[in-house]
């Protein structure tokens, strides 16, 4: 059940248990949006459905982020998007070939609707940008700022504009301590 909002369940596409949506947050389209369990959207966010919306079990979406674009973005378990993070599904040609903007009717404007991954236990940080079609790999960190503007492989840390791994990530014990977080 969604908690905490002023949505009602059957705007949804699926919400599961312990669904917290914090108002003012602008969810558009909710009839794209499958929410799993225990997920925390906090205050600020803006959402666009586009194509369509999945969040997995255990999902943190921190104050003000922002999703657009019109694309899909699949969020899996155990993820966390930090504050002021912008996913970018989707984007107006910039190559001169269309108008831009969604002022512009649209048969003068050409938009690529593309999409991003976020796999199980990875983290964006505070501020960073994912470009449209984006994976970024189980348990990756993007650090704080960053600009990802191509896939980011398992369990490594990137940082900076473009971002570039700085570090790995242990593997082992946050798998595991997931699948203790399910016994409870």
Not at 27 to 49: A, D, M, R, W
């Amino acid at each position: 059940m969604c908690i905490e909002s002023k949505m009602e369940l059957s705007e949804f596409k699926e919400c599961g248990s312990n669904v917290k949506i914090f108002q003012p947050t602008v969810l558009i389209n909710p009839k794209k949006f499958t929410i799993k369990n225990n997920v925390i959207i906090s205050e600020f966010c803006h959402i666009y459905g586009g194509l369509g919306v999945e969040i997995g079990d255990f999902v943190h979406v921190s104050a003000n982020v922002c999703v657009g674009g019109g694309g899909k973005l699949t969020i899996g378990n155990f993820v966390n998007v930090s504050a002021g993070a912008h996913l970018i599904t989707g984007s107006d040609s910039v190559r001169g070939d269309a108008m831009v903007g969604a002022a512009c009717p649209s048969s003068y404007r050409n938009v690529n609707r593309s999409y991003i991954i976020l796999k199980d236990y990875s983290w964006i940080g505070t501020n960073a940008t994912v470009l449209p079609g984006i994976t970024i790999g189980e348990g990756a960190v993007v650090g704080a700022g960053s600009v990802v503007t191509k896939d980011i492989l398992p369990w490594t840390i990137v940082a900076g504009n473009p971002a570039e791994q700085i570090a790995t990530r242990l593997k082992e014990k946050i798998p595991e301590l997931a699948k203790e977080i399910y016994k409870i």
